[in-house]
């Protein structure tokens, strides 16, 4: 089956840094590879997807490549707001886990002024 | 109002006790979920459904029942609830067709077993 693995939290910066989340998966197939971010007190929605190797997903200024050959898809924002204050969850779906997806544990960030 | 509605939204009980979360969405999604959400561990999917006549099991779903009751509404039961079933559970929907995965989730309901 599916799995996906996220670097350890909670990660603290501070307005204007560079942030990295690391994520990783296995899967048999092809996965299409997933970031969800969690509000406070709001369920997941969907950040940015890619569907296919080398494949950039991207959205709100957060970007994260599909790289196949290290299995992974890290998440990268090149300069945090407060705003951006949320748990992350990495997933993937699809390959021979049909239809579902999978989660990470998740990452928390917490940006300061 | 939300695509997807999750009732209740915070719920207290007590061990052995009947519990169900229900679900509701506007979307027209033909496959629905119910993960739960425990701190440190991300989501586990409990059960899923592609339609009303499918249902199959997730990687957590002992002590779980659900019922597909329409294509809008999908309801997860814990028969008799235990300390540990304590999380937040999220209600989802996807449509039927491709690969693409992309989940639409309710806000949760919060349940907490004494």
């Known amino acids: 089956g599916n799995s996906v693995t996220q670097m350890e939290g909670p990660v603290t910066l501070s307005e204007e840094a560079f942030l990295t989340i690391n994520c990783t998966y296995t899967a048999t197939g092809y996965p299409s590879l997933f970031w969800y971010v969690q509000y406070p007190g709001e369920g997941l929605q969907l950040l940015l997807k890619a569907t296919k190797a080398d494949d950039k997903g991207s959205n709100k200024g957060f970007e994260a490549t599909y790289r196949k050959e290290t299995t992974s898809f890290h998440l990268e924002k090149g300069s945090v707001q407060v705003s951006d204050s949320a748990v992350y969850f990495c997933?993937?779906?699809?390959?021979?886990?049909?239809?579902?997806?999978?989660f990470g544990q998740g990452t928390i960030l917490t940006v300061h002024p | 109002d939300a695509d997807v509605t999750q009732t209740p939204r915070n719920r207290i009980t007590k061990t052995g006790k009947r519990i169900m979360l229900e679900c509701s969405q506007t979307k027209g999604h033909d496959r629905m979920y119910w993960y739960r959400q425990d701190p440190g561990l991300g989501l586990r999917l409990i059960y899923y459904s592609f339609d009303v006549k499918d249902i199959n099991k997730g990687e957590i779903s002992d002590g779980y029942s659900v019922s597909r009751q329409a294509q809008a509404k999908f309801s997860l039961s814990l028969e008799s609830a235990i300390p540990n079933q304590t999380a937040l559970y999220f209600c989802?929907?996807?449509?039927?067709?491709?690969?693409?995965?992309?989940?639409?989730f309710g806000e949760g309901s919060r349940l907490t077993v004494l």
């Open positions: 997933g993937n779906a699809g390959g021979t886990s049909y239809g579902k997806l999978t």
């Open positions: 989802a929907t996807s449509v039927a067709r491709g690969l693409t995965g992309e989940l639409f």
